[in-house]
Protein backbone atom coordinates (compact mmCIF):
# COMPACT_ATOMS: atom_id res chain seq x y z
CA UNK A 1 0.00 0.00 0.00
CA UNK A 2 1.45 3.79 -0.45
CA UNK A 3 0.56 7.00 1.18
CA UNK A 4 -1.67 9.39 -0.15
CA UNK A 5 0.09 12.96 -1.30
CA UNK A 6 0.80 14.82 1.39
CA UNK A 7 -1.83 17.58 0.37
CA UNK A 8 -4.53 14.96 1.04
CA UNK A 9 -3.06 13.95 4.28
CA UNK A 10 -2.80 17.62 5.71
CA UNK A 11 -6.76 18.05 4.77
CA UNK A 12 -7.52 14.75 6.02
CA UNK A 13 -5.82 15.73 9.20
CA UNK A 14 -8.35 19.04 9.27
CA UNK A 15 -10.81 17.22 9.87
CA UNK A 16 -12.12 16.85 6.54
CA UNK A 17 -12.81 13.40 6.16
CA UNK A 18 -15.61 13.58 8.97
CA UNK A 19 -18.54 11.76 7.32
CA UNK A 20 -22.33 11.60 7.58
CA UNK A 21 -24.93 9.05 7.23
CA UNK A 22 -26.40 8.27 3.72
CA UNK A 23 -28.99 10.57 3.64
CA UNK A 24 -28.01 12.77 1.06
CA UNK A 25 -27.51 10.67 -0.91
CA UNK A 26 -29.13 10.35 -4.39
CA UNK A 27 -30.08 6.79 -5.54
CA UNK A 28 -31.79 6.90 -8.33
CA UNK A 29 -33.61 4.55 -9.94
CA UNK A 30 -31.93 3.19 -13.59
CA UNK A 31 -33.67 4.00 -16.59
CA UNK A 32 -32.98 2.87 -20.14
CA UNK A 33 -30.19 4.88 -21.77
CA UNK A 34 -31.16 6.45 -24.29
CA UNK A 35 -28.25 8.46 -26.52
CA UNK A 36 -29.72 11.32 -26.84
CA UNK A 37 -26.74 13.91 -25.99
CA UNK A 38 -23.53 14.18 -23.70
CA UNK A 39 -26.02 16.68 -21.28
CA UNK A 40 -27.73 13.50 -19.98
CA UNK A 41 -26.32 11.71 -16.40
CA UNK A 42 -22.35 10.58 -16.88
CA UNK A 43 -24.00 6.68 -17.08
CA UNK A 44 -26.07 7.55 -20.08
CA UNK A 45 -23.69 9.89 -22.50
CA UNK A 46 -22.76 8.87 -26.42
CA UNK A 47 -19.19 7.78 -25.98
CA UNK A 48 -16.38 8.52 -29.06
CA UNK A 49 -15.67 4.39 -27.96
CA UNK A 50 -18.60 4.03 -29.39
CA UNK A 51 -22.24 5.69 -29.53
CA UNK A 52 -23.59 2.49 -27.06
CA UNK A 53 -20.68 1.95 -24.92
CA UNK A 54 -20.71 4.22 -22.16
CA UNK A 55 -21.26 2.41 -19.02
CA UNK A 56 -25.03 2.71 -18.49
CA UNK A 57 -24.71 0.71 -22.02
CA UNK A 58 -22.69 -2.20 -20.74
CA UNK A 59 -24.26 -2.65 -17.34
CA UNK A 60 -27.52 -3.06 -18.92
CA UNK A 61 -26.41 -5.32 -21.58
CA UNK A 62 -26.19 -3.14 -24.97
CA UNK A 63 -23.68 -2.52 -25.25
CA UNK A 64 -21.44 -5.17 -27.62
CA UNK A 65 -24.77 -6.41 -29.13
CA UNK A 66 -25.94 -6.01 -31.97
CA UNK A 67 -25.80 -2.56 -33.83
CA UNK A 68 -24.10 -1.46 -30.62
CA UNK A 69 -20.15 -1.72 -31.24
CA UNK A 70 -18.21 -0.96 -28.36
CA UNK A 71 -14.79 -0.48 -28.03
CA UNK A 72 -11.39 0.47 -25.85
CA UNK A 73 -13.40 -0.65 -23.09
CA UNK A 74 -11.85 -2.71 -20.14
CA UNK A 75 -11.61 -5.91 -20.04
CA UNK A 76 -11.78 -6.63 -23.61
CA UNK A 77 -13.95 -9.36 -25.86
CA UNK A 78 -16.87 -10.27 -23.81
CA UNK A 79 -20.01 -7.83 -24.24
CA UNK A 80 -22.48 -7.72 -24.04
CA UNK A 81 -22.84 -8.21 -20.16
CA UNK A 82 -25.17 -10.88 -19.25
CA UNK A 83 -24.81 -10.36 -15.68
CA UNK A 84 -27.71 -9.13 -13.27
CA UNK A 85 -28.96 -5.61 -14.07
CA UNK A 86 -28.42 -2.98 -11.51
CA UNK A 87 -31.87 -1.19 -10.15
CA UNK A 88 -30.34 2.23 -9.22
CA UNK A 89 -27.16 4.39 -9.73
CA UNK A 90 -25.50 7.30 -7.27
CA UNK A 91 -26.94 10.36 -9.20
CA UNK A 92 -25.28 13.38 -9.32
CA UNK A 93 -27.20 16.41 -8.61
CA UNK A 94 -27.43 19.43 -10.48
CA UNK A 95 -24.68 18.03 -12.81
CA UNK A 96 -21.72 18.55 -10.00
CA UNK A 97 -19.85 15.67 -8.05
CA UNK A 98 -21.11 13.02 -5.85
CA UNK A 99 -18.69 12.08 -3.50
CA UNK A 100 -19.15 8.87 -1.53
CA UNK A 101 -17.40 6.17 0.78
CA UNK A 102 -18.05 2.98 2.42
CA UNK A 103 -18.39 1.89 5.79
CA UNK A 104 -15.98 -0.36 7.44
CA UNK A 105 -16.48 -3.97 6.94
CA UNK A 106 -15.59 -7.18 4.64
CA UNK A 107 -15.22 -6.40 1.22
CA UNK A 108 -14.34 -8.29 -2.44
CA UNK A 109 -13.82 -7.18 -5.75
CA UNK A 110 -14.29 -9.01 -9.20
CA UNK A 111 -15.13 -8.43 -12.86
CA UNK A 112 -18.69 -8.25 -14.30
CA UNK A 113 -19.85 -11.69 -15.76
CA UNK A 114 -18.32 -13.37 -18.38
CA UNK A 115 -15.46 -11.01 -18.00
CA UNK A 116 -11.72 -12.10 -18.72
CA UNK A 117 -9.27 -11.70 -16.11
CA UNK A 118 -7.30 -8.75 -15.51
CA UNK A 119 -8.06 -5.15 -13.72
CA UNK A 120 -5.76 -3.11 -16.18
CA UNK A 121 -7.61 0.22 -17.51
CA UNK A 122 -8.17 1.17 -21.10
CA UNK A 123 -6.18 3.55 -23.37
CA UNK A 124 -2.89 4.80 -21.06
CA UNK A 125 -3.58 1.62 -18.47
CA UNK A 126 -3.07 4.40 -15.82
CA UNK A 127 -3.11 2.78 -12.34
CA UNK A 128 -6.30 2.93 -9.91
CA UNK A 129 -7.55 0.88 -6.94
CA UNK A 130 -9.33 1.51 -3.18
CA UNK A 131 -8.04 3.86 -0.53
CA UNK A 132 -8.23 4.07 3.24
CA UNK A 133 -9.54 7.15 4.55
CA UNK A 134 -8.46 6.49 8.02
CA UNK A 135 -5.07 5.29 7.48
CA UNK A 136 -4.11 7.60 4.02
CA UNK A 137 -2.90 4.75 2.11
CA UNK A 138 -4.09 3.17 -1.07
CA UNK A 139 -3.69 0.43 -2.47
CA UNK A 140 -3.11 -0.65 -6.54
CA UNK A 141 -5.86 -3.11 -8.17
CA UNK A 142 -4.52 -2.34 -11.37
CA UNK A 143 -2.88 -5.26 -13.80
CA UNK A 144 -3.97 -8.23 -12.33
CA UNK A 145 -6.64 -10.52 -11.00
CA UNK A 146 -8.98 -8.63 -8.38
CA UNK A 147 -9.09 -9.82 -4.92
CA UNK A 148 -12.21 -12.31 -4.52
CA UNK A 149 -11.70 -13.18 -1.44
CA UNK A 150 -13.02 -10.57 1.20
CA UNK A 151 -10.72 -7.40 2.14
CA UNK A 152 -10.84 -6.54 5.13
CA UNK A 153 -11.89 -2.89 5.07
CA UNK A 154 -11.05 -1.40 8.83
CA UNK A 155 -12.56 2.29 8.25
CA UNK A 156 -14.09 4.25 5.86
CA UNK A 157 -12.53 3.45 2.18
CA UNK A 158 -13.41 4.55 -1.18
CA UNK A 159 -11.69 4.32 -4.72
CA UNK A 160 -9.03 6.50 -6.48
CA UNK A 161 -7.69 6.35 -10.07
CA UNK A 162 -4.84 8.00 -11.36
CA UNK A 163 -5.83 9.76 -14.48
CA UNK A 164 -3.78 10.36 -17.81
CA UNK A 165 -2.67 14.19 -17.03
CA UNK A 166 -0.79 12.54 -13.63
CA UNK A 167 -3.42 14.10 -10.86
CA UNK A 168 -5.52 11.46 -8.83
CA UNK A 169 -9.14 11.56 -8.74
CA UNK A 170 -11.15 9.67 -5.16
CA UNK A 171 -14.54 9.13 -5.24
CA UNK A 172 -17.46 11.03 -6.39
CA UNK A 173 -19.74 9.83 -9.42
CA UNK A 174 -19.75 12.39 -12.51
CA UNK A 175 -16.45 13.55 -11.43
CA UNK A 176 -14.14 9.98 -12.62
CA UNK A 177 -16.55 7.52 -11.23
CA UNK A 178 -19.82 5.78 -11.79
CA UNK A 179 -21.58 3.61 -9.28
CA UNK A 180 -25.19 1.31 -9.76
CA UNK A 181 -26.57 -0.54 -6.98
CA UNK A 182 -29.00 -3.30 -6.96
CA UNK A 183 -30.96 -1.52 -4.23
CA UNK A 184 -34.58 -1.40 -4.06
CA UNK A 185 -35.56 2.14 -5.65
CA UNK A 186 -36.83 4.32 -3.03
CA UNK A 187 -37.23 8.49 -3.16
CA UNK A 188 -34.41 10.32 -3.52
CA UNK A 189 -32.29 11.13 -0.53
CA UNK A 190 -33.31 7.30 0.91
CA UNK A 191 -30.61 5.36 2.54
CA UNK A 192 -29.35 2.76 0.19
CA UNK A 193 -29.73 -1.07 1.57
CA UNK A 194 -27.97 -2.87 -0.75
CA UNK A 195 -24.64 -4.84 -0.17
CA UNK A 196 -23.43 -5.12 -4.32
CA UNK A 197 -22.35 -2.29 -6.79
CA UNK A 198 -20.97 -2.14 -9.84
CA UNK A 199 -18.32 0.81 -10.18
CA UNK A 200 -16.91 2.31 -13.63
CA UNK A 201 -14.05 4.81 -14.06
CA UNK A 202 -12.99 7.06 -16.33
CA UNK A 203 -9.28 7.91 -17.11
CA UNK A 204 -9.60 11.42 -18.64
CA UNK A 205 -10.26 14.38 -16.99
CA UNK A 206 -13.46 14.89 -17.39
CA UNK A 207 -13.88 18.67 -16.23
CA UNK A 208 -13.30 21.54 -18.83
CA UNK A 209 -10.37 20.83 -21.42
CA UNK A 210 -9.87 17.64 -20.10
CA UNK A 211 -10.82 15.97 -23.45
CA UNK A 212 -12.68 12.84 -21.69
CA UNK A 213 -15.17 10.90 -23.46
CA UNK A 214 -17.05 10.61 -19.99
CA UNK A 215 -17.91 6.63 -20.80
CA UNK A 216 -17.00 5.61 -17.43
CA UNK A 217 -16.18 1.79 -18.70
CA UNK A 218 -12.45 2.16 -18.77
CA UNK A 219 -12.44 -0.72 -16.15
CA UNK A 220 -15.70 -2.10 -14.84
CA UNK A 221 -16.02 -4.20 -11.75
CA UNK A 222 -18.11 -5.22 -9.14
CA UNK A 223 -17.86 -4.38 -5.72
CA UNK A 224 -19.82 -7.23 -2.71
CA UNK A 225 -20.37 -6.88 0.68
CA UNK A 226 -19.13 -10.07 2.77
CA UNK A 227 -20.53 -9.36 6.29
CA UNK A 228 -23.74 -10.41 5.47
CA UNK A 229 -25.67 -8.11 6.78
CA UNK A 230 -26.37 -4.46 4.82
CA UNK A 231 -24.43 -1.68 4.76
CA UNK A 232 -23.70 1.72 3.60
CA UNK A 233 -22.06 4.33 1.49
CA UNK A 234 -21.29 7.41 3.26
CA UNK A 235 -21.35 10.87 1.94
CA UNK A 236 -18.62 12.87 3.04
CA UNK A 237 -19.24 16.79 4.84
CA UNK A 238 -19.57 19.97 2.45
CA UNK A 239 -15.94 20.23 3.11
CA UNK A 240 -14.74 17.44 1.55
CA UNK A 241 -16.95 17.52 -1.42
CA UNK A 242 -14.22 20.03 -2.79
CA UNK A 243 -11.19 17.50 -1.59
CA UNK A 244 -13.02 15.05 -4.14
CA UNK A 245 -14.02 16.97 -7.02
CA UNK A 246 -11.29 19.04 -7.25
CA UNK A 247 -8.19 16.43 -7.56
CA UNK A 248 -4.49 17.01 -6.87
CA UNK A 249 -4.17 20.82 -8.14
CA UNK A 250 -7.48 21.97 -6.51
CA UNK A 251 -6.26 20.60 -3.12
CA UNK A 252 -2.49 21.73 -3.54
CA UNK A 253 -3.94 25.01 -4.04
CA UNK A 254 -6.76 25.17 -1.12
CA UNK A 255 -3.35 23.86 1.04
CA UNK A 256 -1.45 26.62 0.18
CA UNK A 257 -3.86 29.21 0.69
CA UNK A 258 -5.04 28.23 4.44
CA UNK A 259 -1.10 28.18 4.90
CA UNK A 260 -0.69 32.07 3.81
CA UNK A 261 -3.23 33.00 5.95
CA UNK A 262 -2.21 30.83 9.29
Known amino acids: MRSLSAPL ?3 AGLGLFIAAPLAAQNWTALGTPDNVSAGQQYWDNPSSDGSYCNSGYVVTGVAGSAGKACSNQRPSGWL ?9 FLEASGGGFEPFLFAA ?13 GG ?42 QLTNGNYAYSSANNQFALFGYNTPG ?8 TTWIAGLEDIYTGSGGGSDKDYQDV ?5 FQDGSTTEEIVPEPAT ?14 HRRKRRQA
Not at 187 to 194: A, I, K, L, R, Y
Not at 241 to 254: E, M, Q, W
Open 187 to 194: PVNSVDPG
Open 241 to 254: VLLFGSGLAGVLGA
Open 9 to 11: VAL
Open 220 to 224: MFQIT
Open 80 to 88: PYNGAVPTT
Open 105 to 117: GNYSFSLLSGALP
Open 120 to 161: DIAGANTDWGYFDAGTNTRTSLNGGPLPGAPVVMSGLWGLWI
